[in-house]
Every structure is written in C-alpha cells, then in structure tokens.
C-alpha cells in the first residue's frame, strides 16, 4: 500500500454520486452541435437566436443548452421545458443558474487574457444526504472550448485548445458511432 505522501498530489478522495441525467451545457458562441440546431431551425434546444448568425458567432446573450444523457451514443438535446418534466422546475432552474454562472466566471477570468470561452459542458449529482455537487471536471479542454482571441473569426470552424479538432475528424470519417458501455458483453477489457 502507498504510503500518503507517495499518493499527495496525485490522488482523490470520490465518492459515489446519484448523477443528474442531465448535461448542462452554456454558450457563449455558437458552435458545435449548436451550429447544427441553429441552421436546421434558427434555434439551439429551443431557445430562438437571431438570423444571419454564423459558426463562430457571439451569441447576444449567453444561453442554457441541456442534454439529456441516454444509455447509448451521444447525449440528446432537450428544452428547457423537456428538462423540467426530466427534473423539478425549482430544480432545473438550479442547475441552469449555477451553470451559467460557471460561464461568466470563467469569461471574465479568461478573456482578459485572450482565451475565449466558447461553451462549457457540467455534469452534477446528489450525495446520499441530498447535496448537489458538481460530478465531473471543470473548465477542461475535454468540457469546454476555448478560442483565442487573436484568431477569433466567426465564419467558421475556429482553432481550438480543446478536444474539438479530434471531434472534427471522428464526424467526417466514417465509421459506425455505437461504442459498447460498461456491462455491454461487446466491451474489451
């Protein structure tokens, strides 16, 4: 057994969590599957956005975005209404607060120096005692786009310090999506 200042540093405590089936996602820019939603119906998650936005543009005000979690492929966009029947109104309103908030901390801290936060992806979970606590990393390039400044260009896609280029090129290969979770017998060890 490692001794604790073998682990110092390079360990966490977890613990279990019921996670929330929802994703809360915030944006500031539009891009991503945001780009999609908005050039197919003028609107992400049902929120209506104004004409003549393109792939990179700033969204006139940050918006909520939630995704319902499913069993197999990737999360789903649902409205806020949606979300609301998935989870409590006053509960909802919760996630969606704290979530944006997230947003805004991390705009002001990182725009004055040069990154732009497009969007921001956070899981959350209740403790046995029914403490909501955020379940999942922060402000990562895994759960978030950032953008420089200098190269901000809407139009387009837009260079990124996340994982976003690895995204791009999963789209426009083709191959089958479905991937086996954990319990599928498909599932290498």
């Known amino acids: 057994m490692p001794s604790q200042s073998e682990l110092r540093g390079r360990s966490m405590l977890v613990r279990r969590l019921d996670?929330?089936?929802?994703e809360c996602i915030a944006r500031s820019y539009l891009a991503g599957s945001g780009v999609i939603q908005y050039r197919s119906?003028?609107?992400?998650c049902g929120i209506s956005l104004p004409p003549g936005l393109a792939e990179g543009s700033r969204l006139p005000t940050p918006i909520f975005t939630p995704k319902?979690?499913?069993t197999t492929g990737p999360s789903e966009p649902v409205t806020?209404?949606?979300m609301e029947t998935t989870i409590s109104?006053?509960?909802?309103?919760k996630l969606k607060g704290l979530t944006l908030a997230v947003l805004e901390r991390a705009r002001r801290i990182c725009?004055?120096?040069?990154i732009l936060v497009a969007d921001t992806k956070l899981e959350f979970g209740l403790a046995q005692d029914g403490q909501l606590v955020l379940a999942d990393e922060l402000l990562t390039p895994?759960?978030?786009?950032f953008w420089n400044v200098e190269n901000w260009n809407p139009g387009g896609k837009q260079a990124s310090f996340g994982?976003?280029?690895?995204?791009?090129w999963l789209v426009a290969v083709d191959w089958d999506m479905t991937y086996p979770r954990s319990g599928d017998p498909r599932r290498i060890s």
């Open 19 to 22: 996670m929330i089936e929802i």
């Open 111 to 114: 725009e004055p120096r040069g």
């Open 142 to 145: 895994d759960s978030s786009r």
């Open 80 to 82: 806020y209404a949606e």
């Open 163 to 168: 994982k976003q280029p690895l995204l791009d």
């Open 89 to 93: 109104p006053d509960f909802a309103m």
């Open 41 to 44: 119906t003028g609107s992400v």
């Open 68 to 70: 319902k979690k499913i």
